[in-house]
C-alpha cells in the first residue's frame, strides 16, 4: 500500500503533551475546558517550543507533510507565547512540515471591535487562518451558552468575522457544533454567513457533531446550505469518540459515537477531512499525530470500509485543497513531488490490521529517518 503523505488540518499541538501535568478529572469537554485553563500557570515560550516541536517531530517520523494548528489567542498573554513558539518552529520545519496557525477564541470575543481588530492583524502578521468557536460548548445552541452560541447576536458576530477576513483578506476556519443539541447549528448560521458576506476565502468548520442529531430533514437542509457556500468539513473521530457523550459521573456507557453525517456530506458534495484534533492534553488523553491511526479509527467509528472508496482523499487532497498547499499537493500524480509512505500491507485489512511502525517515508523522491523522539524529551 502506498499513500500520499498525509496532511492534518486540525490539529491543537500549543496544548499537546500537557495531559499528566493538568488532567481532566471527569473526561468531559467541560472538564477539559477548566483543566485547560488550569495549564496556562505552566506556559512559557521554551515550554510550548519544546511540546509542539516535540509533536511536530512526530507528525513528521509518521509521514505528514503539513498541518494545521489552532493556537489559543483568548487571551493575550497566552496568545504571545502560542503564537511566537509558532512562528519560530514554523520556520524551523519549513520544507519539512508545513504549518499554519488558526486564532482560537470563543464568539463572544468579537464583541469587542477593538481586540477583534488586533487580532486579525496579529494573525495577518504570522500569515495566518482566523478562527472561532462557534456553539461549541456542551451547551452550544441553548441560551446557556453565552460564549459562544452568543444567543440573537450569532449572524452579527459572524459578519463581524467575515468582514475582517476580507478586509484582512484571510482564511477561515472555525469550531462548530461540538455537542448532541440538535438545537445547535453553528454549521448553518455559518453557511448562511458566508453567503451573506459574498466571502471568498476559504472556509473550514470542524466537528460539527450535533449534525448527526438533526432529522434527516433538517441535517439535508444544513448540508445543502454547506455546499452553497463552499464550506469544508473536518471530522475528528477519535478525540469526539472520546470527549462526547461522556457521563460526568463515569457511570453510563456512551451511546452516541460524535461522529459527524461524513458520508452524507460527501455524497453531497461538500469535501470532507479527518484530522488528529487533540493530542495527549486535557481533550483527549492519548494521541500521536498519527494520520493512519486517525484513518484507521475513522473507518471503524464512522463505517468508512463498505466501500473505502474516495476516502484516502480526506487525508491529503482534501486538507491540502482547503490550505490551499498548491495544485498537486496532497496527491501521487506526474509532476508532484515524491512525497509519499509506504506500508508493509497489499490491501486495507492488511494495512489496519498492524501498527505500520515500520513504515517507509519518502521526501522529495528520499527515505527520511522515522524514529520518534523519547517521552524524556518532555520532562
Ligand atoms: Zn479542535
Redesign the pocket.
Known amino acids: 500500500m502506498c499513500l500520499p503523505t498525509f496532511v492534518d488540518i ?1 490539529t ?1 499541538i500549543d496544548k499537546a503533551h500537557t495531559c499528566e501535568r493538568s488532567r481532566n478529572l471527569n473526561g468531559t469537554l467541560a472538564g477539559a475546558d477548566a483543566a485547560c485553563a488550569n495549564d496556562f500557570q505552566h506556559w512559557t515560550l521554551e515550554d510550548a517550543k519544546r511540546r509542539m516541536g516535540f509533536a511536530i517531530q512526530c507528525a513528521y517520523a509518521y509521514g505528514t507533510s503539513a498541518m494545521r494548528t ?1 493556537l489559543m489567542s483568548g487571551e493575550e498573554r497566552q496568545s504571545k507565547i502560542a503564537w511566537e513558539a509558532f512562528g519560530k518552529l514554523r520556520e524551523e520545519w519549513r520544507g519539512k512540515v508545513e504549518l499554519q496557525g488558526v486564532s482560537l477564541s470563543v464568539l463572544s470575543f468579537f464583541r469587542d471591535e477593538t481586540k477583534a481588530r488586533a487580532l486579525a492583524r496579529m494573525v495577518k502578521s504570522y500569515g495566518g487562518i482566523l478562527g472561532a468557536a462557534v456553539s461549541c460548548s456542551d451547551a452550544g445552541g441553548t441560551p446557556l451558552d453565552v460564549h459562544t452560541t452568543c444567543g440573537a447576536d450569532m449572524p452579527k458576530l459572524l459578519d463581524v468575522i467575515f468582514s475582517l477576513a476580507k478586509e484582512y483578506n484571510l482564511d477561515v476556519d472555525f ?1 462548530c457544533d461540538e455537542n448532541g443539541n440538535e438545537s445547535s447549528k453553528g454549521l448553518l448560521h455559518i453557511s448562511e454567513a458566508v453567503i451573506r458576506n459574498n466571502f471568498k476565502g476559504s472556509v473550514v468548520c ?2 460539527c457533531c450535533s449534525l448527526a442529531v438533526q432529522p434527516n430533514e433538517q441535517a439535508k437542509r444544513i448540508i445543502d446550505a454547506a455546499r452553497e457556500a463552499g464550506v469544508t468539513v473536518v471530522s ?1 473521530p477519535i478525540v469526539n469518540q472520546w470527549l462526547q457523550n461522556r457521563d460526568p459521573t463515569n457511570e453510563a456507557t456512551p451511546t452516541r459515537r460524535g461522529v459527524t453525517r461524513v458520508k452524507e456530506l460527501a455524497r453531497a458534495g461538500v469535501p470532507v477531512c479527518l484530522s488528529s ?2 493530542t495527549r492534553d486535557q481533550f483527549f488523553q492519548y494521541g500521536d499525530c498519527d494520520m493512519l491511526e486517525v484513518f484507521r479509527s475513522s473507518v471503524c467509528i464512522a463505517h468508512l470500509d463498505r466501500p473505502f472508496g474516495s476516502w484516502p482523499l480526506a487525508l491529503a487532497a482534501n486538507p491540502s485543497r482547503a490550505m490551499r498547499l498548491g495544485e498537486k499537493s496532497g496527491m501521487i500524480a506526474p509532476g508532484a513531488k515524491a512525497n509519499f509512505v509506504l506500508f508493509r500491507a497489499r490491501n486495507y485489512s492488511e494495512l489496519f490490521s498492524r501498527s505500520q511502525h515500520d513504515r517507509v517515508v519518502i521526501r522529495d523522491g528520499v527515505r527520511i529517518a522515522t524514529a520518534l523522539p523519547d517521552y524524556e524529551e518532555l520532562d
Open positions: 486540525h491543537h489552532h469550531h470542524g466537528h475528528l484534533d487533540n
